[in-house]
């Protein structure tokens, strides 16, 4: 199996289309990271909104440029609101993400996210746990923390891409992305990413910005993972923890260029 | 048509009231931008609770010295318990905000809001997509950014402003206040302000915490729209992006002086 | 009756337990404190998942280390969750933590909450007026500020305790705690963190991390306290306000050592 290395340029050229277009994320995803998804995006040039009633999210699905579907803290009020935004997102040839926050564990969340891949998203961001989980692999998950690496996923990635025409991310130490063809990898990040809540949601929201963007969407997937841990680098060393992470994390998304990428 | 500006010596005596007062507000807002808004209003030394069950909530709004309604997340659950606070607020003399995000492009909050105006909000605060539909004239919004320049909307606020004897403001890169007769304006702020989620809704909460002050109520909220615009320019001084620009912003606030605003 | 005074060797030994097994505790709580609850939990090196539909909610709280029960934002909704995850953390032997926000003042949360005692909660953190009304003392409490002082609160607070089996932390300028028999205190923190959104509902979180370690309760949920007053002692002499004090807050816990709490 061949595993590219994403290319420096092709992240830059994905930010500045990011930058040009200001894709409008539809935002339904948990409620621990709402705010910061929102200044996430934002800081990319991108924009956000959270709309969660049934009729209106299916209203405004069809007006954002890309829907994120995350299932963090699902409800079946939630359920039902996210099942009628899918359903006006694929109608309206919206492209939408799933984002599988904890699904294998828990009961409600895993029987949605099965359900929803019928629907085709057009990416999926998951940690190894969630990734082999949703493929029907058994995992020792406990919540959002992954307990496998994320290329030992990588083939329940690429069944996953295959039968449902998805780019799927596998997000880790490395990050693995295929189209079910192509295998990206991205490295790079910072240990205290994982010491902040939401960095690993608020990458599915960059995703799911990146495929409202004209191109590759492999690429632009990859693109996303890579924007997120340049940042994540250059804040790191620009803090002294967890706290002076988050504001540093967010400067360095909103001047990042390609230079840095690159 | 006569616009005053607002005097800065103005916006001092209320902000020197709000520290006074510390007035509690009762913030029905939005899921994304409740600890931002909850954060702001405590800087300026007021208070701020979330209560958001429909008996609790209609209990609360009668201890509350102001009660905040912003549509952004609106449910019908919401909804129910947002009308039984109203309510109650209006039976115990307690003033009340609507923040009407993103009426005009989504059906459930424009039918809420058109509702709610029948039961005579202090004041009113939104864009100019957002006040030109809550007047009932068209706009092309798309969610919360607002397409339409606020002065565009200043007929509307006014009309408005008769109809239901609220303090209307427009805000923009300019915002216009109307009581209907007079009209003020209120120059400044940032553009860094619109890549932080939450500075147009905290806003709104710091308007509700005006309302609850002795004295004339167009320059109160003229007021919050000063002090958040000037803690906005200092904070963007001392910060490197949106990231940096939050906890400045609130520290701005929170060392706000007269001086600063005059 | 004889207050001892919690060691900073015991609050240090708290703290090298709980970087050491990492617990993993189901937060349900208010809507306002999620993401700043979550990143206090992941700075000290436990973790934290919010998790809140009923089915998911009773068997995730099996899977914890512990669970919070906060009822800020209370709905029925909400409460009804909250029960099959206590049901189920009891039945599971997980530990819980009630912490009951503005109880007294409000309807559904208090007669919740006295509900909730009979299922022994490990440990209760309030301030001196929600401790008071949980106790069935009146009290003038306007919400999450309490209008009593704490150590009023102490013979409540031990009533409680000896009732229900818990320990019971009256918090304030100084922290008292007991478990019905003994009481420490715990003196520090700094009256910014009063600015601040969610401090006390983060310490409730840290209690209930620290009710899964291993070891004496009591000194343990006071070793929560000292750890909130040491790091929001450093975390004021580092900012200039109540912005930059949230993530000078969190880089001191997470960087927080032995010394500094002896």
Redesign the interface.
């Known amino acids: 199996m061949l595993i590219e290395t994403l290319c420096g340029r092709e992240a830059a050229q994905t930010l500045a289309l990011m930058r040009a277009h200001s894709p ?1 994320v539809h935002c339904m995803t ?7 998804t ?2 996430v995006l ?2 990319l040039g991108a ?7 049934d ?2 999210a299916a ?2 699905s069809t ?1 954002a440029g890309a829907l994120l579907i995350n299932v ?6 939630r359920e039902r609101a996210m099942r009628a935004a899918i359903g006006s997102a694929v109608s309206a040839g919206t492209p939408w993400v799933l984002d599988p926050v ?1 699904v294998g ?5 895993t029987a949605f996210a099965h359900d929803a891949l019928a629907l085709r998203p057009a990416a999926v961001r998951g940690n190894a746990s969630e990734i082999l989980a949703l493929a029907g692999a058994s995992s020792g998950g ?4 992954s307990t496998d690496s994320a290329l030992a996923a990588l083939p329940a990635a690429q069944a996953l891409a295959r039968r449902y025409g998805a780019v799927v991310a596998v997000t880790g130490e490395v990050d693995y992305l295929t189209d079910g063809e192509r295998v990206l990898s991205v490295e790079g990040g910072h240990p205290v990413m ?5 960095t690993g949601c608020a990458l599915s929201a960059v995703a799911a910005a990146c495929c409202a963007l004209p191109g590759d969407r492999l690429t632009h997937v990859g693109a996303a993972c890579a924007i997120m841990a340049r940042a994540g680098e250059q804040a790191a060393r620009q ?17 990042l260029n390609g230079e840095a990428l690159a």
């Open positions: 409008l948990n409620d621990v990271v709402q705010g910061f929102a200044n934002l800081a924009s956000a909104a959270m709309v969660i009633d009729d209106e209203q405004f007006m963090g803290t699902l409800t079946h009020a904890a564990a828990l009961t409600l969340r406990r919540g959002v923390d994982t010491r902040v809540v939401g803090s002294r923890g967890p706290g002076s992470f988050v504001p540093a994390f967010l400067d360095a998304l909103w001047s």
